[in-house]
């Protein structure tokens, strides 16, 4: 295989690209200086080294190649209030409630939804999620989940699915469970929903 087509492939792996767009990756390489190559290079290399998966919320983040914190900015902020958890999709949603600042409390990625025509869950963090809002139960400083999903059918379908899961364990803590984005529009993504939005589908959260 040449270099062009190597390459060209494994950026055909990456979400959403096809064979064309990953083809013209290659061609913009193609066309930029050296040091910009190297550059990117260096950053790929180093990108396991210097970021983490936090142990309790599942967010990746940038240790500096520091590896004394197993939790991340956000779960080891004391300012934060640790009786609300988020229940979110990907990190990109967390980062773009992160950048609304409508948000105080701490968040779970599920990593993945239950896509509607599935019956079983597949490749989310279900016994991850349960152990944390067990732990946070047990510490009794749980007061309520939110269940922040995008709001398409699989969004949803995801929403029931992590209610259905955490009811026991809702009954046994004593916390509520609420669902983000009432004052979103149906269709309407997390990860592209303006900090304004966002605002709005908090405090009508229910
Ligand atoms: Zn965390």
Redesign the pocket.
């Known amino acids: 295989m040449s270099l062009i087509s190597k390459l060209s492939e494994q950026f055909g792996r990456f979400p959403g690209i096809g064979p064309r767009q990953s083809r013209r990756f290659v061609q913009f390489l193609l066309m930029q200086n050296q040091s910009y190559l190297d550059d990117l290079s260096d950053s790929i290399a180093k990108l396991k080294g210097e970021v983490s998966l936090?142990?309790?919320?599942?967010?990746f983040?940038v240790t500096n190649g520091s590896h004394e914190h197993e939790?991340?900015?956000?779960?080891?902020d004391t300012n934060r209030d640790h009786g609300i958890l988020m229940v979110v999709e990907k990190d990109i949603d967390c980062e773009n409630i992160e950048r609304s600042r409508a948000y105080n409390g701490?968040?779970f990625i599920l990593g993945g939804t239950v896509p509607i025509l599935e019956k079983r869950a597949n490749g989310i963090r279900e016994k991850e999620l349960k152990s944390t809002v067990t732990e946070r139960g047990e510490k009794k400083e749980l007061k309520e989940v939110i269940i922040a999903f995008s709001l398409n059918p699989d969004g949803e379908h995801t929403g029931d699915h992590v209610v259905k899961l955490l009811s026991p364990l809702k009954e046994k803590y004593g916390f509520t469970t609420t669902l983000f984005g009432r004052g979103l529009s149906t269709g309407s993504e997390l990860e592209y929903s303006d900090s304004e939005t966002i605002k709005n589908a908090f405090t009508t959260r229910r």
Not at 54 to 59: E, L, Q
Not at 71 to 76: F, I, K
């Open positions: 936090c142990s309790s919320c599942f967010r983040f939790l991340c900015n956000v779960c080891s701490l968040y």
